[in-house]
């Protein structure tokens, strides 16, 4: 089944304690991207990677990493989480940054205490 | 700057048809979408529209969009218990980056 896989699905973790929540697609995409949701604010771009070893920033990529060794495989970093980056995420792929349509993962809830 | 605005809450009866609107500001948008997102869920692609079409129909959605208004909506006719969620309206934005703008969703009640 194609589709977008994001685990874990929920974490709870505490500041500074670095974390990955990784990213996986199995349709051969090349653009990935991740965005968090926040009430109020919906969904913002975080990074993003228009194929393998290119990455570039979003509207939000400050306290965030990412990388983009495979095709499948879009990790997002938060190498010291705090409060603040307590959110919804959502990875999502793209079989081209040009195509129209983008797959969207199920979600990762985190919060940071 | 782009923006996309959306109203946050709807409420129909079942059966009814429900119509969600959505503006936006950035006249070079060349594709507009709605998603539609379940509790719990990811975000849905339901469909979308190229900037020089004035509407689109798939099976229950029609979308109609008025490019001088900028005004983008949604119509889903015989709305069922099942279509209860959040709908979000969004543009893809200039350049290479399949950005997408985003409104802050409509949330949809659908009553027995």
């Known amino acids: 089944e194609a589709q977008v896989t994001q685990n874990p699905r929920y974490l709870i973790t505490v500041t500074g304690k670095k974390l990955t929540v990784t990213c996986s697609q199995n349709?051969?995409?090349?653009?990935m991207s991740w965005y968090r949701q926040d009430p109020g604010l919906g969904l913002r771009q975080i990074y993003y990677s228009m194929n393998v070893e290119v990455t570039d920033k979003g509207d939000v990529p400050e306290g965030y990493k990412v990388s983009r060794k495979e095709k499948r495989n879009f990790p997002l970093i938060l190498e010291s989480p705090s409060p603040n980056q307590t959110s919804l995420y959502f990875c999502?792929?793209?079989?081209?940054?040009?195509?129209?349509?983008?797959?969207f993962g199920p979600g990762t809830r985190l919060l940071v205490l | 700057g782009e923006d996309v605005e959306q109203s946050l809450f709807l409420s129909v009866r079942e059966g009814d048809s429900s119509v969600i609107n959505c503006t936006y500001t950035d006249s070079s948008s060349t594709y507009l979408y709605w998603y539609k997102q379940e509790p719990g869920a990811g975000l849905q692609l339901l469909t979308y529209i190229f900037s020089n079409m004035d509407m689109k129909q798939d099976q229950r959605l029609t979308v109609l969009l008025n490019k001088k208004d900028k005004h983008l909506s949604l119509r889903i006719a015989d709305t069922q218990t099942g279509d209860s969620a959040i709908y979000f309206c969004a543009e893809s934005s200039r350049g290479n980056n399949r950005k997408l703008i985003w409104g802050l969703g409509t949330s949809l009640a659908v009553n027995p």
């Open positions: 349709m051969n995409h090349e653009y």
């Open positions: 999502a792929s793209s079989p081209s940054a040009s195509a129209q349509t983008q797959y």
